[in-house]
C-alpha cells in the first residue's frame, strides 16, 4: 500500500513545484511587458465596472422599480427634459378639480344613476407614446377648441362604453364582470359615447370660463389611434385620466389629452398661483401712484402765434425789432403742456391779469388728437 500511496505524493509535490515555476515566469513577464499587461488589465478592470442591472439603471430600465411610478430617469430623463410638466401650470389642478365635481353631477343626470368621478392621473407625455399605450378597442373623440384654435382628444375606454350601453338601455344588473368583446362598435355605442363626450365638453368648457372663456366642439369619432392625430409625435401633451365609477361595479377610465400647443394662449394664465391672480400689477401701489400722478405741478404754455423765418432773420434780430405774427386779439389761444396741445382759450384781462377762458374741455381735445 506504501508503494502505491507514494506515486500519489510525488505527482502533488510535481504539481506545486510546477505552480510554483508558472508564478516565478509572470513575475518575470511583468518586468519585460508591463505596458502591455496594464492595458490588459485596464481592459479586464473596465469591462467589469458596470454589470446588467447598472447598464438597465444607467438606461432607464430598472424593473425593480414599481410599474405605476411615473418617475424616469437615465437617458429617458434626459429625453423628457425638454416636456412642461403639468406642476408647472397650478391652475390646471384647479380647473380639473372644477371639472370633476360639475361631470359628477352631469352624468348622475345623463344616467340618472349615481356616478361618482375622481382624477387617477395627471402627466406630460409624448403624442406618439400616448397613442401607442391606448388599449384597444376604445373610442377617440377629437375635439376642438374654437378660441385658442387648437385641437384635442377625449378617450373613453370599452369598459366604460359597455357601462353606458346598459345603463342607458337598461342591460341587466350583474355583479360578473363584463365581457369586452373585439368587435368594431355599432353606430348605437357610437351615439352614446357622441352624447355622453358633448355633457363632458360642455363642463370642461364651464370649468375654463372663470380662467378664459373657450368653447370646445365636437369635431369627429375614430375608432383607430393613427386617424386622431391633431399634433407633431414628438410634441408634449397634458395627459389628465379620470375614473368613472357607477353602481354595480361598472365603469370605466375617460382620458382627457390637451397638446401643450393648444394650451399656449392661456398658458400665462395657467401659471397663476392662485385665480384672478396678476403678475407685475398692483391695485395698491395703482391707486397712490394716480394721487401722486394727479398733484404734479406741470407747465402749460399758451401760444399766440407760430412763424416759420430764416436764419438770416433770427441772427440780424436786434433790440427794437418787430416780428409781426398772422394773427389778431381776437383769434383763439392755443396751450400747450410738454409740447402736447391741450386745449384752446380766448385771451383776456381779470382785473390786473391777463386770463385765458378755455374754449373746448381737454378731454375732447385728447380724443380728437388721438383720432
Not at 319 to 337: E, H
Request: negative net charge.
Amino acid at each position: 500500500m506504501a508503494e502505491e500511496e507514494k506515486p500519489t505524493d510525488d505527482e502533488a509535490a510535481a504539481a506545486e513545484w510546477a505552480s510554483m515555476l508558472e508564478l516565478e515566469e509572470k513575475k518575470a513577464e511583468e518586468g519585460g511587458g508591463a505596458a502591455a499587461d496594464a492595458g490588459a488589465g485596464t481592459g479586464e478592470e473596465s469591462a467589469r465596472v458596470l454589470n446588467q442591472n447598472e447598464i438597465d439603471s444607467l438606461l432607464g430600465f430598472d424593473v425593480k422599480k414599481e410599474t405605476g411610478s411615473h418617475h424616469t430617469d437615465g437617458i429617458f430623463a434626459i429625453l423628457d427634459k425638454s416636456m412642461t410638466a403639468y406642476e408647472k401650470l397650478p391652475m390646471m389642478e384647479v380647473v380639473f378639480d372644477r371639472l370633476i365635481r360639475q361631470l359628477s353631477t352631469s352624468l348622475r343626470n345623463f344616467t340618472s344613476e349615481n356616478v361618482d368621478v375622481s382624477i387617477d392621473s395627471m402627466a406630460s407625455i409624448r403624442f406618439d407614446d400616448y397613442l401607442n399605450s391606448i388599449p384597444l378597442p376604445a373610442l377617440l373623440v377629437v375635439f376642438r377648441a374654437v378660441e385658442w384654435e387648437n385641437f384635442g382628444i377625449v378617450t373613453v375606454d370599452s369598459s366604460h362604453i359597455y357601462s353606458m350601453v346598459d345603463i342607458l338601455l337598461g342591460g341587466r344588473k350583474s355583479d360578473r364582470p363584463m365581457r369586452i368583446e373585439g368587435r368594431p362598435y355599432t353606430t348605437i355605442e357610437q351615439d352614446i359615447v357622441k352624447r355622453m363626450v358633448d355633457v363632458v365638453l360642455a363642463d370642461m368648457s364651464a370649468a375654463f370660463e372663470p380662467l378664459s372663456p373657450v368653447t370646445f366642439h365636437f369635431e369627429r369619432l375614430e375608432s383607430n389611434p393613427r386617424f386622431a392625430t391633431i399634433t407633431r409625435p414628438g410634441n408634449p401633451a397634458l395627459l389628465i385620466k379620470f375614473r368613472v365609477d357607477m353602481a354595480d361595479d361598472r365603469g370605466g377610465m375617460l382620458e382627457i389629452l390637451l397638446p401643450h400647443t393648444t394650451l399656449e394662449p392661456v398658458r400665462d394664465l395657467l401659471l397663476q398661483m392662485f385665480m384672478g391672480e396678476n403678475f407685475g400689477k398692483d391695485t395698491v401701489w395703482e391707486k397712490y401712484l394716480g394721487r401722486e400722478l394727479r398733484g404734479t405741478n406741470i407747465e402749460i404754455e399758451a401760444i399766440f402765434d407760430e412763424k416759420l423765418v430764416t436764419l438770416k432773420d433770427v441772427m440780424s434780430l436786434k433790440v427794437g425789432s418787430t416780428i409781426l405774427l398772422n394773427c389778431s386779439p381776437d383769434d383763439d389761444v392755443t396751450l400747450r403742456c410738454g409740447g402736447i396741445p391741450v386745449t384752446t382759450g380766448t385771451l383776456g384781462r381779470v382785473k390786473e391779469n391777463i386770463a385765458i377762458s378755455i374754449n373746448e374741455p381737454v378731454k375732447q381735445r385728447v380724443k380728437d388728437t388721438q383720432l
